[in-house]
């Protein structure tokens, strides 16, 4: 018989919403033994509109990518440490695009059966960004996507 699913992609971008998406996709790996991918996008799709409409120049953009890229590599060297407190590997992915875009090209690549997002943030900055990119993977996503809106996710997490 098959599982449900044995692939999760998880998509991470540092927000609370995301971490507690994560903390889901690791129990959910070792309650059902599947494989899990994290997966942070550096907007480049977002600078390059800041570029164009002269919001930033260009060293700003160079300087704010990287930073980005900093982020996402200490973003997912958290969630890869968090997975190996509960026994379960996790790969990580950092990729550069529209975020809808490369996470929906990586639950490709994986043969996801499932994606998890965080849910809504409190924050309207945070939740009008996140939110453009949760509708696009909702609407264009050819597997199953489940926005983690759990409350106590953090003390599931740590009793688990």
């Not at 930033?56 to 407190?85: D, P």
């Amino acid at each position: 018989m098959k599982t449900l699913f044995s692939n999760i992609v998880v998509a991470v971008s540092g927000s609370d919403a995301s971490i507690n998406a994560a903390r889901f996709a690791i129990m959910m790996g070792k309650q059902y033994q599947c494989k899990v991918t994290a997966v942070y996008v550096v907007d480049t799709a977002t600078l390059r509109q800041l570029l164009l409409t002269r919001i930033f120049i260009e060293e700003e953009s160079r300087e704010y990518q990287q930073s980005l890229h900093e982020n996402g590599r200490r973003y997912l060297q958290f969630v890869t440490e968090m997975a190996a407190e509960k026994g379960v590997t996790i790969d990580s992915v950092l990729r550069e695009g529209a975020i809808y875009t490369e996470i929906l090209k990586v639950a490709e690549e994986r043969k996801a059966e499932l994606i998890l997002l965080g849910g809504w943030e409190s924050r309207q900055d945070q939740r009008d960004s996140i939110s453009v990119a949760h509708r696009e993977i909702l609407y264009y996503a050819r597997c199953s996507v489940l926005i983690v809106k759990e409350r106590d996710v953090e003390q599931l997490f740590k009793s688990c």
